[in-house]
């Protein structure tokens, strides 16, 4: 990988032993449940630095053929648009934030008027009835679905109106795995004890973003890759891609160690010179400690990320310049 991409430390007070935290914990969420070497880490946290950079470019190209200099959601959601179920987690997400800025925003215009209107009238039938402001803000403190440009809906003024129990593919997929995450979530601390489910469950708190906005902003290169100027909900969306890069690669990581070592169990790879271990009895001394995965595993995890069909590598075939392949996201 390139040096050029190393994050240099922004300050000599920790800052970067801060970094390297917080992804041990992202890490430690998704299975590394031994403690990986700083190599490993800062080799994590390069590739999605590379990845944050690309999404930023991309981003950029495409609202400059939009016509506009700042990116939007839009463009970000645009990026994943293949992932339905990312895509539908990410427009809940926004959703409710939403709802909870116009609740917000109507209880700080309303002050004590919410409270006059029940004293002076008969609350039941201010519930009942539906009629005045608290009606009003009841539909706008509704959770509406947020709308994307290339969504066939959005092509015609006319809309159907939605149906409470209606679900749309979308979150069909969402919920498909929503539950899959927490199956294996569930798999994974089923065997811990109340102290370390509670130190992972802190550790699933991890974030690039959350009250990191100035840093990130410095280390994604705001300022340099773009001359956007990012909303929260940009920040927000970024630090929920993140931490979906660093879970994916130390998942595909994990699964490349584990093949690797089936591969040296099978073919005798480090123990040759070893007689062959005899079957675990149930009175014997426990194994030792599971090592953690090595940079090696997490550049071969990259690799299989970015692999691409034959299907759109077959027409470059027959070109005479060298064909560059653009960097996959994760």
Known sequence: MSQSMKIEPASPDGKDEELIEWIQQMMFVSG??????????????????????????????QAARRGVRSISTDDLIFLIRHDKAKVSRLRTFLSWKDVRKNLK???????????????????????LGQSGPTADAGKKNKKAKVGLP??????????????????DEDEEEMTSATL???????????NMTKEE??????????????RKGKRFKEW???????DSKPNDDIIDILGFLTFEMVQTLTEEALRVKEAEELFKREHGGESKDRKRK??????????EGRTPIEPNHVEEAFRRLQHRNNKSRAMKNFGKSLNRTPLKLI
Request: hydrophobic share 30%; net charge negative; proline share 4%.
């Open 278 to 287: 005899r079957e675990r009895g149930l009175f014997d001394p426990p194994e």
């Open 220 to 226: 994604a290169g705001f300022g340099i890759v773009t």
């Open 32 to 61: 590394e449940t031994a403690e990986p070497s700083v190599d490993t880490t800062g080799m994590i946290e390069e590739i999605v630095r590379q990845q944050v950079i690309e999404i930023l470019s991309q981003c950029t190209a």
């Open 197 to 210: 489910y509670v130190h992972w469950s802190e550790c699933r708190q991890a974030s690039f973003t959350f």
């Open 150 to 167: 290339w969504d066939v809906a959005s092509f015609y003024n006319e809309t159907v109106p939605e149906r409470d129990d209606e679900e």
């Open 180 to 190: 899959q995450r927490l199956k294996t979530a569930d798999e994974r601390t089923k």
């Open 105 to 127: 925003d109507s209880e700080e215009k309303g002050g004590d008027g919410g409270a006059d209107l029940t004293a002076e009238g008969d609350t039941g039938a201010g519930v």
